[in-house]
T-cell receptor
Framework: DTEVTQTPKHLVMGMTNKKSLKCEQHMGHRAMYWYKQKAKKPPELMFVYSYEKLSINESVPSRFSPECPNSSLLNLHLHALQPEDSALYLC?????????????FGDGTRLSIL | GENVEQHPSTLSVQEGDSAVIKCTYS??????FPWYKQELGKRPQLIIDIRSNVGEKKDQRIAVTLNKTAKHFSLHITETQPEDSAVYFC???????????FGGGTRLMVKP
């Protein structure tokens, strides 16, 4: 099975904290994605990176800041989050952005904001 | 933008029966339709997908059909087993951005 690895698995933080979520894939995929999933809801797209450049930002608040340091890594920096930001944050990757491409998901980081 | 509707929201079947989940989409430019299975606390797992130039695709007990004219596609699971119990999401995307729009999900329960 293809593998996307996310750390940490769980994260509890206060509204004034700064933390980062990490995502890694070694499949040579050039597109990476962040999704947010609330309980009993489908994943919602937040960001798309294509060849390490941000290509889509789905009007996400600036307290979420993505970063793609290289083709294998994707980070999501968190600052001044609100309780409603508590959710499962999923990372996914695909070979490329253009053309229909299967997206493969990681296990996610379950984030709780106190 | 794309809108994907999925029905039913919950589905309970007896082990060995078939299960059918249906989705409709709004954007005629959509040409890729994956299905994901998500068990409790786990990742969405791609189980089958279909592209718009194909009407049907099978993989063992799972099949997907696509009707582009009517803009709907369906997932068929035959000979269901308890381990098929999960939430299933359909999705649609078009070429340019590979952005997936998901349906609302179907909770499938297979009773032994």
């Amino acid at each position: 099975d293809t593998e996307v690895t996310q750390t940490p698995k769980h994260l509890v933080m206060g509204m004034t904290n700064k933390k980062s979520l990490k995502c890694e894939q070694h499949m040579g995929h050039r597109a990476m994605y962040w999704y947010k999933q609330k309980a009993k809801k489908p994943p919602e797209l937040m960001f798309v990176y294509s060849y390490e450049k941000l290509s889509i930002n789905e009007s996400v608040p600036s307290r979420f800041s993505p970063e793609c340091p290289n083709s294998s890594l994707l980070n999501l920096h968190l600052h001044a989050l609100q309780p409603e930001d508590s959710a499962l944050y999923l990372c996914a990757s695909s070979q490329e952005v253009g053309g229909p491409q299967p997206q493969h998901f990681g296990d996610g980081t379950r984030l709780s904001i106190l | 933008g794309e809108n994907v509707e999925q029905h039913p929201s919950t589905l309970s079947v007896q082990e060995g029966d078939s299960a059918v989940i249906k989705c409709t989409y709004s954007d005629s430019a959509s040409n890729y339709f994956p299905w994901y299975k998500q068990e409790l606390g786990k990742r969405p797992q791609l189980i089958i997908d279909i592209r718009s130039n194909v009407g049907e695709k099978k993989d063992q007990r799972i099949a997907v059909t696509l009707n582009k004219t009517a803009k709907h596609f369906s997932l068929h699971i035959t000979e269901t087993q308890p381990e098929d119990s999960a939430v299933y999401f359909c999705a649609a995307s078009e070429n340019a951005g590979n952005m997936l729009t998901f349906g609302g999900g179907t909770r499938l329960m297979v009773k032994p």
